[in-house]
């Protein structure tokens, strides 16, 4: 196996803004400083502007066909690197190598245009892709019957409900051949059903047909089912590359400042209690103190 995705040093910085000034302001406070500001007696208020790295150095590399599981909590910066590799946005520092063509599903209706049905909405994101008619027409029917909208195919998209969207979006991306596959929390948006035929197509790409896939979801179960490689991220930084087994539990048990006991009131004056609860602890298999369960363990 080769890697098809290389990336070397990849930093991403935004600078984000402070007004300063009151934290709350009334709306005789707009009213009064437009008015001094008329009349020449407004200041001008401070802005500070602070550099805010989403990604730090980030070096890794994935192999063809591999299943990739990107976790990590809120901030850590997974969005942002998907955005990366998917040219969405520019790297502030570093390089990246990707062989072949990527299909991402970052948003729902990613790539759609609104006016458009959802018909001439397929071939659209199909030469995006790079592909030609005749190849776009050979996967035209499979798409539509796995995203379930025959019946809305020629309606504009604008009209869709979110889960419609998403469906004909997934579908998409995963029937037109690209080499890799990128895929954010979007599948939240769908029902039980549809995250199941989802899982299962990228499944079936990956594995039978060799695609690269790298996913991003906060659903841990959905991770491991699908997943045979993990990467966690942590304020931008990677925390652990391995197999998803490991790269999970190194999530779950260092990612909780919980508390692995939990204390209950006494429930007062009633004499006809025989017992009651005082503490609650959650154990390993070797009785070693658990803030949360790891999924799979006893």
């Known amino acids: 196996m080769s890697s098809i995705i290389q990336v070397s040093n990849l930093s991403k910085s935004y600078i984000i803004s402070h007004e300063g000034g009151e934290r709350y302001t009334a709306l005789r406070d707009v009213v009064s400083k437009k008015a001094k500001g008329i009349f020449g007696g407004r200041k001008k208020s401070e802005t500070t502007r602070e550099e805010f790295w989403a990604l730090k150095g980030i070096n890794f590399e994935v192999e063809e066909g591999d299943r990739v599981g990107i976790i990590g909590r809120n901030g850590a910066g997974k969005s942002t690197l998907l955005k990366v590799l998917s040219r969405i946005t520019e790297p502030t520092t570093g390089n990246i190598r990707i062989k072949g063509r990527v299909a991402s599903l970052l948003e ?77 929390e979007v599948l939240a948006v769908g029902d039980a059903q549809f995250q199941k035929k989802c899982l299962g197509k990228m499944e079936d790409v990956s594995k039978n047909e060799g695609r690269t896939v790298l996913f991003v979801s906060h659903n841990i179960g959905m991770i491991q089912k699908l997943c045979n490689r993990g990467i966690l991220l942590h304020k931008g930084n990677i925390m652990a590359i391995d197999s998803i087994d490991k790269v999970v539990n190194e999530y779950v048990e260092g ?15 009633q004499t006809s209690l025989q017992a009651f609860t005082t503490k609650l602890t959650i154990s390993g298999i070797n009785n070693e103190p658990l803030s949360e369960i790891p999924i799979g363990k006893p």
Do not use: C, Q, W
Request: proline residues 5%; without cysteine; charged residues 25%.
């Open 108 to 184: 729902v209706g990613t790539g759609f245009h609104p006016e458009l049905t959802g018909r001439e909405n397929i071939f659209l994101n199909g030469a995006i892709l790079g592909m030609s008619r005749s190849d776009i027409k050979k996967h035209f029917d499979a798409i539509v019957d796995f995203a379930e909208i025959e019946k809305f195919l020629d309606t504009p998209v604008k009209r869709y409900s979110s889960g419609m969207y998403m469906r004909l979006a997934f579908a998409v991306a995963a029937h037109l051949e690209p080499e890799i596959l990128i895929v954010d």
């Open 255 to 269: 990612g909780s400042s919980m508390t692995p006991e939990y204390y209950f009131d006494y429930p007062g004056n």
